[in-house]
């Protein structure tokens, strides 16, 4: 029988909790040993598949096995009471995302995981990226220049949920990319949101955030578009760049491309060349999951630690607040 230092249980096992797992279970003496899902159904091709895992409708049997860590793969409202618990029977968590649907329930957990000494971290897979990290040496190493605005744009036809909102699904990972990229948070946030499909469940919205050095970021998430878009452009004042998630050849290309202001001619462009740069290509939730493990066992905090998960959640919070405010002012042209 094979010995491994790492258990992992994972509660959940929709669309996410597989693939999750499968990263898990690849690392090194590590086996994800036991899976929860409240709907039995889910859990009948598992229990084909590799019946090695135990399998339970009961979240708290995973709580009182003998697993190391705890992944938690439902939807969002149920976060933060599966990862309070998890924390309470002394697990490590890995939190989907976004961390929780509220600020106050992100801090508790955050305190909760520093007064159990236990590792707590979120499920912010881009900030694992290879092509999100190269970009983010591009920014820090000056190579854009100073970067005036950023654009992100996360668009599908669905998956449309109906316990939350768009920009709490998908604006998670444009705000994790961004505090990742830029180092620092911004002040100001406004929104723009439309509930086309789902009454008073906004599934297309403009976020601007703007940050206190003048740098401003636009971030457009939408279930409701014909095109799978993944996408992220920085424009700096000596190169733009172009993050490309779809577009697996050339995930990442730089623009030497500009635009400046002289006296005559006022604004003189600048066209040159198209670079793009080798990484390599790692699955990204291999190297989350990888991450997770490391601080498990080293107590090093992963990059996308619960502090970063609460930095996110608070944003959301506010994008929320900014929404609500919309509405309520939004004036009528007659
Ligand atoms: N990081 C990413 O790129 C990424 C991608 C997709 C989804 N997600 C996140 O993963 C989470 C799950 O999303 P999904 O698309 O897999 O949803 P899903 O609806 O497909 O699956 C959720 C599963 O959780 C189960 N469940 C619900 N409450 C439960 C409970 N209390 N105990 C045990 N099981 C319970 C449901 O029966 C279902 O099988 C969400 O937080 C989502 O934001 C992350």
Redesign the pocket.
């Not at 309470?88 to 968590?93: D, I, P, T, Y």
């Not at 604006?171 to 789902?198: E, R």
């Not at 290309?253 to 793009?276: L, Q, W």
């Given at each position: 029988m094979q010995l491994y230092d790492l258990r992992f249980g994972v509660?959940?096992?929709?669309?996410?909790?597989p693939k999750i797992s499968r990263n898990l279970a690849t690392l090194p003496n590590a086996a994800v040993t036991m899976v929860?899902?409240?709907?039995i159904s889910?859990l009948s091709s598992l229990n084909v598949n590799q019946p090695w895992i135990k399998t339970t409708t009961q979240?708290s049997d995973i709580f009182n096995s003998d697993v190391d860590a705890v992944v938690i793969?439902?939807?969002?409202r149920?976060?933060f009471q599966?990862a309070r618990q998890a924390l309470l029977h002394g697990k490590h968590v890995l939190v989907?995302?976004p961390l929780t649907y509220s600020v106050d329930e992100a801090e508790e957990l955050v305190a909760l995981a520093q007064e159990q000494k236990l590792i707590l971290m979120v499920?912010h897979?881009f900030e694992y990226n290879p092509a999100v990290n190269e970009l983010r040496k591009l920014i820090h190493g000056g190579d854009l220049g100073k970067i005036y605005c950023i654009e992100t744009e996360r668009l599908n036809l669905g998956?449309f949920r109906n316990d939350i909102n768009v920009i709490w699904?998908l604006a998670p990972?444009d705000i994790s990319i961004l505090l990742y990229l830029l180092d620092k948070k911004p002040v100001k946030i406004k929104v723009q949101a439309h509930a086309n499909l789902q009454r008073h469940i906004h599934d297309v919205a403009h976020l601007d955030l703007e940050f206190d050095d003048g740098l401003n970021a636009h971030i457009h998430v939408s279930w409701l578009h014909p095109n799978k878009t993944r996408r992220v452009t920085v424009i700096g004042d000596a190169r733009m760049a172009v993050y490309d998630d779809v577009n697996k050849a050339e995930m990442l290309k730089i623009f030497n491309k500009g635009a400046e202001i002289h006296a005559d001619p006022v604004v003189s462009y600048r066209y040159g060349a198209i670079t793009i740069p080798h990484f390599d290509e790692i699955e990204p939730l291999r190297l989350e999951c990888e991450d997770f493990a490391n601080a498990i066992r080293t107590g090093v905090q992963p990059r996308a630690n619960g502090e970063v998960g609460l930095k996110v959640v608070k944003i959301l919070a506010a994008a929320q607040e900014s929404l609500q405010k919309q509405l309520e002012l939004n004036t009528l042209l007659v």
């Amino acid at each position: 029988m094979q010995l491994y230092d790492l258990r992992f249980g994972v509660i959940g096992w929709g669309y996410w909790g597989p693939k999750i797992s499968r990263n898990l279970a690849t690392l090194p003496n590590a086996a994800v040993t036991m899976v929860a899902d409240s709907d039995i159904s889910r859990l009948s091709s598992l229990n084909v598949n590799q019946p090695w895992i135990k399998t339970t409708t009961q979240a708290s049997d995973i709580f009182n096995s003998d697993v190391d860590a705890v992944v938690i793969v439902t939807p969002v409202r149920t976060h933060f009471q599966l990862a309070r618990q998890a924390l309470l029977h002394g697990k490590h968590v890995l939190v989907e995302k976004p961390l929780t649907y509220s600020v106050d329930e992100a801090e508790e957990l955050v305190a909760l995981a520093q007064e159990q000494k236990l590792i707590l971290m979120v499920g912010h897979t881009f900030e694992y990226n290879p092509a999100v990290n190269e970009l983010r040496k591009l920014i820090h190493g000056g190579d854009l220049g100073k970067i005036y605005c950023i654009e992100t744009e996360r668009l599908n036809l669905g998956l449309f949920r109906n316990d939350i909102n768009v920009i709490w699904d998908l604006a998670p990972h444009d705000i994790s990319i961004l505090l990742y990229l830029l180092d620092k948070k911004p002040v100001k946030i406004k929104v723009q949101a439309h509930a086309n499909l789902q009454r008073h469940i906004h599934d297309v919205a403009h976020l601007d955030l703007e940050f206190d050095d003048g740098l401003n970021a636009h971030i457009h998430v939408s279930w409701l578009h014909p095109n799978k878009t993944r996408r992220v452009t920085v424009i700096g004042d000596a190169r733009m760049a172009v993050y490309d998630d779809v577009n697996k050849a050339e995930m990442l290309k730089i623009f030497n491309k500009g635009a400046e202001i002289h006296a005559d001619p006022v604004v003189s462009y600048r066209y040159g060349a198209i670079t793009i740069p080798h990484f390599d290509e790692i699955e990204p939730l291999r190297l989350e999951c990888e991450d997770f493990a490391n601080a498990i066992r080293t107590g090093v905090q992963p990059r996308a630690n619960g502090e970063v998960g609460l930095k996110v959640v608070k944003i959301l919070a506010a994008a929320q607040e900014s929404l609500q405010k919309q509405l309520e002012l939004n004036t009528l042209l007659v």
